[in-house]
């Protein structure tokens, strides 16, 4: 008996075999593979890290709440390494051997151009969680992050105003690739409409990585005698320490030259001493600090989760912007998939418009039916001595992207897809 019924089993076995079925593709059926691609090590480690980490804790949540149409949801994750190229490698990796049914991923604006023909390729998803300069539109991309009128132009007209302390004169500096020099650009149309002339724009670019801003800081002292100035940081990934750091050196303080940074959150900041950078000021469309019972609960499970896991300076660990646009993205994905009952891409999509989600930025936001990106409210905040930011001005709600300028020649009745 014992023999008829092991032939039995073993019969079964090799019929499922021959028909291409395994053990392994039964356990593949329950689950939902999500990729994630974000450097973990490299220059932009210091911002990225911190987007894997929170996607694993919305991974578990999810999961933890039944996950995906009864699936669970299995995180893949791969680290391009501050490497653009590789970000195209890895991208194609977890699409084609990794069979993700979608990625969260890349930070700079150089990585996403470097993924988008492999995503458009293989027709796959990709949902992007950063502030960004605009001037794209994918069919295969989801922008949970600010477009240049949610963060950047609002940012400027503030230091502009008499709250903002009536800058006249302004530096633009970034890191040298495409989101700073894109922003800038259209930065730059903007002063111009407001009457400022090119005699009172300085533009400094430095690659990444770069440490040494004793000479840049020297200049934009020198600069500043000269009228009411005002700095816009496009400066990326780690190089914002020694930059922050060298302001303090110089005794630059928010009173004399204020400094709004676009990719400097309160993650950046864990590793720099931020007395001497008190009413500097950065523009986002969240921070940890704003007050409501969505936001409150975010951040306590974020440091729950942190400490739990035991990550790195656990008990500092804070939220950011880009993490909750990780975190909103991962729920509205969540959501289209479950009105489309299907994973598939170009239903996902059309599932995705109109998408709607309690935030922890205190609103309910929702996804453009046209244009891929999310209505958002703007906040810009002073830094404060813990590493926090009080928020010194607000949108009054959240704000439709414009992913095309109206800053930029050739961008008129452009829209959506």
């Not at 079964?12 to 059926?29: I, P, Y």
């Not at 974000?38 to 480690?45: I, N």
């Not at 600010?146 to 950047?152: D, E, K």
């Amino acid at each position: 008996m014992k023999r008829r019924s092991a032939l039995k089993q073993l019969t079964a076995v090799s019929l499922l075999a021959m028909s291409g079925f395994t053990a392994q593709s039964f356990a593949a059926e329950d689950t939902i593979k999500v990729g994630i691609l974000h450097s973990l090590s490299g220059t932009m480690a210091i911002s990225e890290t911190s987007l894997k980490d929170v996607a694993l804790m919305t991974i578990d949540e999810i999961n933890a709440k039944g996950g995906v149409n009864g699936k669970k949801l299995e995180a893949v994750i791969v680290d391009p390494a501050s490497n653009w190229p590789l970000f195209a490698e890895k991208a194609r990796q977890l699409i084609d051997k990794d069979k993700v049914s979608v990625v969260f991923g890349c930070w700079t604006s150089v990585s996403r151009k470097s993924v988008l023909p492999v995503f458009k390729e293989l027709n796959s998803l990709l949902f992007y969680p950063v502030q960004y300069e605009g001037e794209e539109l994918e069919k295969n991309v989801f922008y949970t992050g600010a477009a240049p009128n949610q963060q950047a132009i609002p940012a400027v007209e503030y230091l502009m105003s008499e709250d903002g302390g009536g800058a006249k004169r302004f530096v633009l500096l970034g890191t040298d690739y495409v989101y700073p020099r894109t922003t800038n650009k259209i930065l730059r149309e903007f002063l111009h409409s407001k009457g400022v002339k090119d005699t009172d724009i300085e533009e400094v670019y430095t690659p990444f990585g770069h440490s040494d801003y004793q000479t840049i800081v020297a200049n934009i002292k020198k600069f500043s005698t000269g009228g009411k100035t005002a700095v816009i940081s496009t400066i990326n990934g780690d190089s914002n320490v020694p930059f922050y750091k060298e302001l303090g050196n110089a005794g630059l303080k928010a009173t004399d030259v204020p400094v709004v940074a676009f990719s400097v959150g309160e993650e950046e900041l864990r590793g720099v001493d931020t007395k001497p950078l008190v009413g500097h000021l950065a523009a986002w469309n969240y921070f940890e600090s704003i007050k409501n019972p969505v936001n409150a609960e975010f951040v306590a499970k974020w440091k729950a989760y942190a400490k739990a896991k035991n990550l790195p300076n656990y008990a500092t660990a804070v939220t950011n912007d880009p993490m909750e646009a990780t975190y909103v993205g991962m729920y509205m994905w969540k959501q289209a998939v479950e009105k489309a009952k299907s994973t598939d891409t170009d239903k996902v999509i059309a599932a995705m418009g109109g998408q709607k989600f309690a935030a922890p930025d205190g609103f309910t936001i929702e996804m453009d039916p046209t244009n891929h990106h999310l209505h958002k409210p703007v906040f810009i905040g002073e830094i404060q001595a813990d590493g926090q930011f009080n928020t010194v001005w607000k949108s009054k709600g959240p704000i439709r992207a414009q992913p095309w300028s109206p800053f930029i020649k050739g961008n008129e009745g452009k829209q959506g897809l």
